[in-house]
């Protein structure tokens, strides 16, 4: 391999390519609609896909100690539930006592997935499956099945996602700044070394003294808490919350986190790539229907994008290793 | 007597740059168990892969009476009636014994399976074997001498002609062996050819008809067993010139770093007890399974002992222990890691104490010890992945001496890398003791202990069966101590 090649690492290489697959699609949609790159039409791009940012970096650390969380749409709905009726219940008490329930409530959520991977070692797509059934069900206990609607919910808690600064949404800024703490955070903190230790070879983390189990329980903890938010930011962005929101939506967002190069067998990813990966799935989302293909192409083309970037990073690899592979000799 | 039923000559298998097998020559006759002996490395697990068909011999020659063969594949070994039981037991627990003995080559009308057939011919053959369970139990339920009769007994269906039993009574009891000992007579003398390895000379002389001997890669020795002794067979194993590589440095012993009292961890070891100074490479020898990487588990606190106690010198009790594991791929480094966030791992406690990783400070450190052990590598940023075995071994090594042990347990430190790689680690580690700290080093190759060690401990089975100083070792004392002749 040359030298220049080398100067980039396999991992900043993965997110170039997609970077370039991304303008690539970006441009060609432009070619034909011009005004698919105008100013307004990105900031409602960004504004689309700013949750599903979110919930790709909280999903992104799960899968990188070697987890998986199927319940994360689940505790978004929860959650997003709980700060509606919250605010229904005290219309006075204003957004900031919200935004905290909701993290608060989402971290619990998460925490719960954690521990029982962590103390109980139960495999993590198990326990997220069935979480995922429970959080599910407690909304429609919370709520006896009823929807709370816009009009049960008081300005302030509508209007703090649609603020807007520089031309861009409270939405799209949050997004923006879960981004770069986590671009930061990835490349710079100890805890998220240990993660990456403990993701790409647990035996070899525990001989150097980090917990495996330890690391599963934070990133379950924090992407938890990430759902919850998002479960407000939802709840409000949409002017309704009922039980069914949200219903699948774990699947795109471990889509994205897949197509961002997060490996799905742990211990590799980057939040750049995750950005990116959303991104990608953001462009296609709102170029379909200027395109003329029914959105209903959505999950076809999710798919088929799924596949190709495994695809391209099978081929890439190395050392194979196998958690949802077969092995073979 | 009569023409070998199955010949190899001149095999030749290489693996990268490492050369498992250099001219590897083997006869096995109809009716007799040949007994293949050679120290761990020599080149017998890659032979039994090429007779099974696992590997193809880079050179040589095959004759299967008097024919020659190539064996491509697992499956055509079977066909040509080749078989392996395997240290490990390869057994499938969920199946039963039945579609274990079936496995592949089920009988089958139109891929609907033939069970009661299956049924019935599995309990024939358990039957002439006097197996103590019946074909419908599931093979999980068996214990491990049973899973070996399974594994004789899958041999069997396919018509074996050849039987390779791969150290099978390292794990059995004696009773179970004798068991094993009475199928594997009968099979002699239905016309069956064995191949016996193993470690234990007492069951060599016990079962065994003929001896090979294999020494780095090589025959060294073959022939009728009656023919010589154990001394012999010992002096054939061992007898090589042992290379000046071991550029053991003359240190003064200081006081003691480290005291192991009677220490035992139920089913691994028991009641061990030493103590190593300042200055002191103790070597612990013994064979595979002796329990010395079990020990080094517990001192370096990954496990915990049941009884007994370890004690540092007061001074060095903040420095600590530290351990170069035995497998570096799993449980050495982070393969995904670059060579630099390798050494950071267990340093980030002083390299990033606020928490807060610094890549300048992780890539100064890394180049320390990429010019001290001669890493070859592109630089700090490289993965270690890409890097050859040497170099993996040199940066898990780098990443433990970083932190500036008082005591280094170097598990297995040169397996399986080459000559150049093997000096510097050997030089690197003369050099930490000479600065005054203690090494434990772990190790089955028999010139490495001799050259290294001031000391020398030998396991057997989970216990110490021996002390010797670095005049008094030799490869002739060690082996005995460790084979319990």
């Known amino acids: ?329 | 007597m009569q023409a070998p039923h199955l010949t190899l000559t001149g095999i030749r298998k290489s693996f990268g740059g490492a050369r498992a097998l250099e001219c590897a020559g083997l006869e096995l006759h109809r009716g007799a168990v040949t007994a293949l002996i050679g120290e761990n490395g020599a080149g017998k697990s890659t032979l039994v892969k090429i007779l099974s068909g696992v590997h193809q011999p880079d050179e040589g020659e095959i004759l299967l009476d008097g024919k020659p063969v190539r064996i491509a594949d697992p499956v055509h070994a079977r066909r040509l009636g080749i078989a392996v039981v395997h240290q490990e037991c390869l057994v499938f627990d969920n199946l039963s014994v039945a579609e274990n003995l079936f496995v592949n080559a089920q009988p089958a009308t139109r891929g609907f399976v033939r069970a009661r057939e299956m049924r019935e011919r599995a309990s024939v053959v358990l039957r002439d074997l006097d197996a103590d369970f019946d074909a419908g139990t599931p093979a999980g339920a068996l214990s491990i001498a049973q899973k070996h009769v399974v594994q004789i007994a899958r041999a069997l269906v396919d018509q074996t002609r050849v039987l390779i039993l791969d150290e099978p009574t390292a794990s059995l009891s004696r009773r179970e062996c004798t068991e094993l000992f009475r199928i594997v007579r009968k099979l002699r003398a239905a016309g069956c050819a064995l191949l016996f390895i193993s470690h234990k000379f007492d069951e060599i002389f016990e079962i065994a008809d003929r001896y090979a001997v294999f020494r780095d890669g090589s025959s060294v020795g073959a022939g009728v067993l009656a023919d010589v002794n154990h001394d012999e067979l010992i002096r054939l194993m061992v007898g090589r010139p042992v290379a000046q590589l071991f550029p053991k440095v003359a240190t003064t012993v200081g006081s003691e770093l480290l005291r192991v009292d009677h220490l035992s961890r139920t089913g691994e070891f028991a009641d061990i007890s030493f103590s190593l100074r300042r200055g002191e490479i103790v070597g612990i020898y013994g064979l595979v399974g002796a329990g010395r990487t079990e020990l080094a588990q517990v001192l370096f606190g990954i496990n915990r002992a049941d009884a007994g106690t370890f004690t540092l010198a007061a001074d060095a009790a903040a420095a600590g222990i530290a351990l170069v594991p035995e497998d570096r791929q799993s449980q050495g480094g982070i393969l995904a890691f670059s060579v630099a966030a390798n050494i950071a791992l267990p340093n980030l406690a002083t390299l990033a104490p606020r928490g807060l990783c610094s890549h300048r400070a992780e890539a100064d450190l890394a180049r320390q010890w990429i010019d001290r052990l001669e890493i070859k590598a592109q630089g700090p940023a490289q993965t270690v992945q890409n890097l050859s075995g040497g170099n993996q071994q040199k940066v898990v090594i780098a990443k433990w001496l970083a932190r500036k042990p008082a005591v280094l347990i170097l598990d297995e430190p040169t397996k399986g890398i080459d000559v150049g790689a093997k000096a510097a680690v050997h030089a690197v580690t003369s050099e930490y003791v000479k600065a005054g700290n203690g090494v434990i080093m772990i190790s089955s190759d028999l010139p490495e202990i001799l050259g290294m060690s001031d000391r020398v401990l030998v396991m057997r089975r989970g216990r110490l069966r021996g002390e010797f100083s670095r005049a008094a070792a030799t490869s002739e004392l060690l082996l005995r101590a460790a084979s319990e002749a």
């Open chain 1, 1 to 329: 391999m040359s030298a220049t090649a080398r100067r980039w690492s396999e991992s900043a290489r993965r997110d170039l390519t997609l970077a370039a697959l991304a303008l690539v699609l970006f441009g060609a949609v432009t070619c034909a609609f011009p005004g698919f790159a105008a100013p307004g039409n990105l900031a409602g791009l960004l504004d689309d896909t700013a949750i599903l940012i979110m919930l790709a970096l909280g999903q992104m650390l799960v899968i990188l100690v070697r987890g998986i969380d199927l319940s994360i749409a689940a505790n978004l709905a929860l959650c997003g539930m709980l700060a509606a009726l919250f605010n229904r219940a005290l219309p006075g008490a204003g957004v900031v006592p919200v935004l905290a329930l909701s993290l608060a409530s989402g971290a619990i959520l998460g925490a719960f997935n954690g521990l029982l991977v962590w103390k109980l070692r139960l495999p993590p797509i198990v326990v997220t499956l069935g979480t995922m059934s429970i959080y599910r069900g407690a909304i429609y206990l919370l709520s006896k099945g009823a929807w709370v609607n816009e009009n049960e919910m008081t300005r302030g808690f509508l209007a703090f996602t649609r603020a807007s600064f520089l031309g861009l949404s409270t939405l799209s800024w949050l997004a923006l700044g879960f981004a770069a703490a986590f671009i930061f955070a990835l490349r710079r903190l100890r805890v998220a070394r240990d993660m990456y230790a403990a993701g790409g070879n647990p035996e070899a983390a525990a001989y150097a003294g980090i917990d495996a189990g330890r690391m599963q329980f934070i990133a379950y903890t924090i992407c938890g808490a990430i759902a919850g938010l998002c479960g407000y930011l939802w709840v409000a962005r949409f002017a309704v919350a009922y039980t069914d929101i949200a219903l699948g939506f774990e699947l795109q967002v471990i889509a994205a986190c897949l197509i961002g190069g997060v490996a799905i067998a742990g211990g590799k990813g980057s939040a750049i790539g995750v950005l990116i990966g959303c991104l990608f799935l953001g462009i296609i989302r709102s170029s379909l229907p200027l395109v003329g293909i029914s959105a209903f192409w959505q999950m076809f083309i999710n798919g088929a994008v799924i596949l190709i970037a495994v695809l391209l990073s099978a081929r890439s690899r190395v050392h194979p290793r196998s958690i949802l592979e077969t092995p073979r000799p």
